[in-house]
């Protein structure tokens, strides 16, 4: 059983940078990749940004260019640095581990509890 706790949300300004954590204890068998997903009050969860082992990457439109995920070599860790944050960024933030299937990253792990971004205009 895996664990995911994440950590570095907060109140900050548009344009302003956060670097959010998830701390993972535990293992899941097949789990090769890592994601980060958010979800805005009164919206689906969505997909932020995902990374495999091998150095693969996907992001959210919404994002690119701006939010960074890495991980190190044995998903004991999971970053996501995010760069001009702006007021449609603010969401309760996710980690996840799974794997890839091509493109698509698939998660497989359970949810932590999230931590909160807001972000103000």
């Known amino acids: 059983q895996v664990q995911l706790v994440e950590s570095g949300g907060g109140l900050v300004q548009a344009g302003e940078s956060l670097r959010l954590s998830c701390g993972v204890s535990?293992?899941?068998?097949?789990?090769?990749?890592a994601g980060w997903y958010r979800q805005a009050p009164a919206k689906q969860r969505e997909l932020v940004a995902a990374i495999s082992l091998t150095g693969k990457t996907n992001y959210a439109d919404s994002v690119k260019g701006r939010f960074t995920i890495s991980t190190d070599n044995n998903l004991d860790a999971v970053y996501l640095e995010m760069n001009n944050l702006k007021p449609e960024d603010t969401a309760v933030y996710y980690c996840?581990?799974?794997?890839?299937?091509?493109?698509?990253?698939?998660?497989?792990?359970?949810w932590g509890q999230g931590t909160q971004v807001t972000v103000s205009s």
């Open positions: 996840t581990l799974g794997t890839f299937m091509g493109m698509t990253y698939l998660p497989n792990s359970g």
């Open positions: 535990g293992s899941i068998r097949l789990a090769n990749a």
